[in-house]
């Protein structure tokens, strides 16, 4: 059985495991990221890939990074909440552990993860995932393969056009669809109803301290939970949104499977729900045809350890 190391690179902490080739984690380990810092995060990466392989065989490195990698899946080129800019990432880590390393986005990492080991593990051929976290990302596998473009920034989920001359996205566009369906569309939606509205938002401001300013994504879901109705229509707004881009991509690539992670399906029905609901209304002219199913992601936070660790074992 070969083992395999996966690291993912965040802006708050480096996680990393030793994986094997059925996708369990034997053993994890996970330091803080200096991220303002290149060399120190290079530093912590190297020592934890270090400390994973000492007394294993390991075939190789993989790194999953919050970023943009280059084709060749060795230089990070931009990471927007590190300090990393045209960094040769794979050069110094396979340098300093002695193997092979293959660096590539953290998006495309935890998609294939569950292409191969997750939610979608049944399929052979397809599978697009939205990752709904506090922007929206995510990764597309057609043919059995991740699909990374030219220059090995594709499948930038969140920037699709949504909604024309919309709210202003971080990525300098107006009306991405991260801003309407991601856990920051989400406390945006429920914040200005609370404020619209106070009545219908008893639970909610409860938990914000009476300031609606206050409300976070946290406290969307457990007043949600609680029957607070404000709550629950900011997940049914989020969904609606969701289930929209899902027919899309429907139309467009026709996989076998949609998956959505991130942490915002720990909501359960309360986004599922309304997202299926809004996905069968934008296709219902395809009711006679063979659609994608959707499904919550099933790995969630070590995603990106077994995507990582899979992809090194590839190179």
Known sequence: MTLTIGVDVGGTKVAGGVVDETGRVLVQARRDTPADDVAKTRDVIIELATELAAGRTVDAVGIGAAGWIDASRSTVLFAPNLAWRDEPLREYVSAAVGLPVIVENDGNVAAWAEFRHGAARDADDSMIMFTIGTGVGGGIILGGELVRGANGIAAELGHMLTVPDGHQCGCGR???????????????????????EPHRATALLELAGGEAEAITGPMVTAAAQGGDPVSAEAFAQVGRWLGTSLADMAQILDPQVLVVGGGVIDAGDLLMGPTRRSFADALAQRSRLPVAEIRPAELGNTAGVIGAADLARRI
């Open 174 to 196: 107006l009306g991405c669809i991260e801003q309407y369906a991601s856990g920051s569309a989400l406390v945006r939606f429920a914040r200005a109803a609370a404020r619209q």
